[in-house]
């Protein structure tokens, strides 16, 4: 028998007794991939509402040091999690943002949320220092089991299983997001 010791909230049971999936709380690879899966859909949506405005689908043309598609992502993630409590991707890849005094997230609260994750997170966007960030939010995930914009705005990331396909389903969406992406960006160059 193992010596892993588990707290009951992080399983749930059927009524018959047998377990029925096992709760993550830490899961920065899924967290990442759900984050990019959210900015790929966005620059596919900003690019398709575009090109139905002026025929191209050139998202990033007024972009200057910081890239400003992500910054327009802020309030419309706080928005999806306020009203849905969740993002495509984090629904997609089964991740839940659970508030820790509060039933559900108020808007405020996840508008901080998300600007923390761009600025202290992602790094604004801009190239080097976002890698940075990335990798710091990483070690510090991983070592003290939450981000500072969990801890800020005091909010739980839980993990459910996820199907093998779905993983590779959402790299291949944030891959093609990215080439996506860096393709027009690099041609305006």
Known sequence: MSD????PSEIIIEQDGTEKETISHVNPKIRFLARFFDYALFI????TVRYFITGSTDVIRHESFIPIQFFIWIPLEALLLYVWG???????LKTKIIPKKRIKLDYMSALKRSFNVWFRGFGMGIPVINI????????RLNFLQMTSWDRDEQTIVTH???GQWRIIL???V???GLVFYYMFKTSLS
Do not use: D, H, N, W
């Open 44 to 47: 596919f949506f900003l690019a």
């Open 174 to 176: 944030s891959f093609s």
């Open 170 to 172: 959402a790299s291949i």
């Open 86 to 92: 969740t993002t495509p991707g984090k629904f997609f």
């Open 160 to 162: 459910y299983p996820v």
């Open 132 to 139: 940075l960030c990335l990798m710091v939010a990483y070690q």
């Open 4 to 7: 892993q010791i588990i707290e």
